[in-house]
């Protein structure tokens, strides 16, 4: 069992100020996950008259892109490779202060303590980020041969779960990880490629309007990303947006 | 109110009724199409499917979920795969062969035509999501794979990693957002339905809370379409995301929705055992595991106990003295078994005291053998982010251990009851996907879930819709009205009465209270003592909850206790229908097995070795039907009964020898 001392981020409204709480975790099982502490923590603030801490999860197997804590000043804590929710109360030791604090990004908004507001996500996938394909127009899907590699590839773009911690771990607020990861995924697919040059166009623009940073190449998104996507697809969507936008003048 | 379940089949040879029925469905010219607003809730495949294509054909669509975004809906978890009769294996598939594997599948429980449809659509989903932009796996020529998967003989099943689920709800969440983009769709996340709105019999509106700001309103339109998923979390653990519950389609049962065969559950044998009470959920690891992956426990209760002492390492245990419970009991199937039936046999082997965990609830999956014919860079490539999972939560390292696996619940096949066009009993109400109960009979097989929820959203509801469509004048409903108006009193009351409380207990409590009592008596095995303690307690647990739940805070800004008090008030009442349900269907098939109706030495399959005693006893006479629920408050719900015709084929006995 772990006696652990939480600094938590309490905020009741969006415009409320919002400050660091203490809170006691006592007789915390080490099997437990990060969140069922939490959960612990919660039964034990309700019945003790308080009101909980309020953060998002759904799936919690790491899949969902809910959870969203920024654990001891990193996203989703400092293991690799994983969500919140998959990060468990064996890697933390007896007698452990830990800090936790919403994704923290301009484009984010709280909503209420732990919980933020990512809809800027959407509206960068709103923007273009798909294949503008009717239900029912599909060809027969061995008719299009896809090389292995390049369908390894998109799949590795692909498997953004859109959590938002490449932006809240960015000192820019960046999202050119998740908007490239889009840009990357698509096109390196066939089917991609007739709305290559507008897609991108559009959500980088996109991007910008939701107020999100620049990159300055510091690599933070790749670093807390769950899903280990490579920052190689900025560079990548960076020549997309630089052809496009060439041909755009010309035309 | 009297019903006549009309399930509204079209008349014609099996494999020509969707042809001829596309054909003699109505239509609405395009002009008029954007007239009509349809109101879709639930944003996972099977909704946001429909959102997006039927916005694509003209009409107006609203779409609303509780999640952040619709992309986190919980069909994004399914790990496996999707079943498509494409034959691109040359094994000798075929849709009448998926329509059988289905239909047999599913105990004998389903209806003949829908799920001869189910099998007939699943070609194109494949084509429209490789469309998509879904990086399916592919071999080096640059073609789809597949894979096999439980309850089939050929390779049918198309899969992205372990992650198809999620590349598929990616696909869908593109289609949608290009229709918010193009101004068809309008989306409402974070806003949860909490009622149906009917004028004058039909479903022309829902009442929503908006999870920011608490505000109760509600939205008016010409259709409602649910696809709001299963009702696993009755059994408060279980393998859905947090948030899925039963109040959306429990709201519409309360006005008068018939709910089909809730006593059919899935327990997927393939999850990673309990480990304490604090446990909030459990995971599933995909069934593909069982592709490579031996299912054993000791022959003997003694090495049992020491394996779950960790005084010895499983790989000392001897060939001879390992029971491999599925291959010995399912030679032809072998690991491959159906879920029911695997997770029938796990909880044997365990309640005989070999199980393996330290709990006394687990077995092996054991990947020893495929490591060493395949090599571990093979393993890895197949497995690799599963087994990951795997280590982050049991904290051992699976390519030096084997997996301890258990059965856990899944998925819901039971659902609200709709006819051939996906409506419910309620006019204008129309239920898609894991919500309904129309396509998996008493089982569901693996893949078997995203294939029906796109099917049901990509190419079944946009033609079947505007059957009932063509019978209205768009726009009538006005929010204005009174039957609005009344739905959000109620709905405000219910809300104030419940933060009014102020008990001493929180809402996890009395979940958690609920769901034990439903595993152990409305669970993996169920008997009619434990269904009738069950439906005694119920009620009494409700009573206490509405008494002596403690939400804290106020109903005006995100409250997720609030949230899921609301939800659980749902569970504690839906509940007492599926034990009803349990109790009355005295037979056992799928994924419900009554204790009283199982093969024994003596019934002529048995001594003619076609099943072994133990096995699932169907009482075809009996109850071939669909047993849909009228809920009736304050009372027993009343059940209704849709008969089940085979005309192609015959139900036979389920052997997987």
Known sequence: MLNLTLKVWRQKTPQDQGSIETYDAKNIPEEASFLEMLDIVNERIIESGGEPIHFDHDCREG??????????????????????CQVHMRKFRDG????????????FPVIRDLIVDRSAMDRIIAAGGYIDVRTGSAVDANSLPIPKPDADAAFDAAACIGCGACIAACKNSSAMLFTAAKVSH?????????ERDKRVLAMVR???????????????????CPKEISVDHIARMNRDYTVASLKEQLV | MSFVLDSKIPAGPLDQKWSKHKMDSKLINPANKRKFTILVVGSGLAGGAAAATLSELGYKVKCFCYQDSPRRAHSIAAQGGINAAKNYQNDGDSVRRLFYDTIKGGDFRSREANVYRLAE???????????????????????????????????????ARGQTGQQLLIGCYQALEKEVHKGGVQMF????MLDVVLVDGHAKGIVVRDLVTGKISSHAGDAVIMATGGYGNVFFLSTNAMGCNVTAAWRAARRGALFANPCYTQIHPTCIPVSGDYQSKLTLMSESLRNDG??????????????????IHPDSVAEEDRDYILERKYPSFGNLAPRDISSRAAKEACDEGRGVASTGLGVYLDFRDATKRLGESVIRARYGNLFQMYEKIAGEDPYKNPMMIYPAVHYTMGGLWVDYNLMSNIPGLHVLGEANFSDHGANRLGASALMQGLADGYFVIPTTIANYLATQTPGKA???DDAFKLAEAETSARVNKLIGINGKRTVDSFHRELGLLMWDNCGMARNKAGLEENIKRIPEIREEFWNNVRIPGSGDIANMELEKAGRVADFLEFAETMCYDALSREESCGGHFREEHQSQPGDPDVDSGLVAPGEAKRDDANYSHVAAWQYVEGKAPILHKEPLNFEEVHPSVRSYK
Not at chain 2, 129 to 158: H, I, K
Not at chain 2, 296 to 307: F, I
Request: hydrophobic share 35%; aromatic share 8%.
């Open chain 1, 63 to 84: 899949i969902c892109g809910a959870c969203s804590l920024t654990i001891n000043g990193v996203p989703h804590s400092k293991e690799k490779g994983i969500t919140s």
């Open chain 1, 96 to 107: 452990d202060t830990i800090w936790i604090e919403p994704f923290r990004a301009r484009a």
């Open chain 1, 186 to 194: 698509l096109g390196h697919l066939p089917q991609g490629q007739p």
């Open chain 1, 206 to 224: 996109q991007m910008d309007a939701e107020g999100f940073g620049n990159c300055t190449n510091q690599y933070e998104c790749e670093a807390a």
């Open chain 2, 121 to 159: 659509v699943s070609t194109n989903i494949i084509d429209q999501c490789v469309a998509q932009g879904v990086p399916f796996a592919r071999e080096y020529g640059g073609l789809l794979d597949n894979r096999s998967f439980g309850g089939a003989q050929v390779s049918r099943t198309f899969y």
């Open chain 2, 189 to 192: 996340p974070r806003t949860e």
């Open chain 2, 294 to 311: 031996r299912i054993w426990v000791p022959k003997s209760k003694e090495v049992a106990a020491k394996l779950r002492k960790k005084e």
């Open chain 2, 478 to 480: 006005k929010v204005t």
